[in-house]
């Protein structure tokens, strides 16, 4: 069943398709984050064509951004990566931002943690949000449930979200079906009009 979404109500929000993640070379590497490359930029491509916008989300950490931290330390989780001004932190050249493309900058996993993402789309009048990127049970995850706590509609496309591992991709899914979101494919989304 295809679902048909006003394009100028959608945003298809491309979370951390970095260097860092997506990359052979990239300090946390995950083959299924470089295999969601090219299902996203089809995606991408439809949803340009259809006049939906594309958010691109790029985690980025100034390298003392966690010094002071009382509790919240990727860097201890993760080690460093995608630092600011670093090879790791832009998207990768297989999806090219475009300059119509609204570009946001996070600190953590959450999209919507301190940046101007919701007040963006709410100024534009949009709803409904096509989550796609990676990792699905880190960024995608919190990013999705941000939108559905805000009263936008996250629906996260399986085909086009990156894990780790297929279990991480798999909770992630289910979790967000059952709790704040809906689950569907990219080929199961159409754009249209009003």
């Not at 991709?169 to 159409?190: K, N, P, Q």
Request: with cysteine; charged share 25%.
């Amino acid at each position: 069943m295809t679902l048909e979404l006003e394009a100028d109500r959608t945003a298809v929000v491309v979370v951390d398709m970095q260097n860092g993640f997506c990359h052979p070379d990239g300090a946390l590497y995950a083959p299924g984050s470089e295999d969601v490359i090219e299902p996203i930029g089809e995606l991408v491509a439809q949803a340009t064509d259809a006049g939906a916008s594309v958010i691109y989300t790029r985690d980025v950490h100034p390298p003392e951004q966690f010094e002071d931290a009382y509790y919240y330390d990727e860097f201890e989780q993760w080690g460093e990566h995608v630092l600011e001004g670093s090879w790791e932190a832009e998207v990768v050249e297989e999806l090219p931002v475009e300059e119509a493309d609204h570009v946001v900058e996070k600190h953590t996993y959450d999209a919507f943690q301190k940046t101007e993402l919701e007040g963006w789309l709410r100024a534009r009048g949009i709803r409904d949000l096509l989550f796609c990127g990676t990792l699905a049970n880190v960024c995608v995850l919190h990013s999705a449930g941000s939108a559905g706590l805000r009263d936008f509609r996250p629906l996260l496309l399986e085909d086009c979200i990156g894990a780790i591992e297929d279990d991480h991709h798999e909770y992630a899914l289910e979790h967000a079906d059952w709790l704040f979101g809906e689950v569907t494919t990219s080929d199961e989304v159409a754009f249209g009009g009003e």
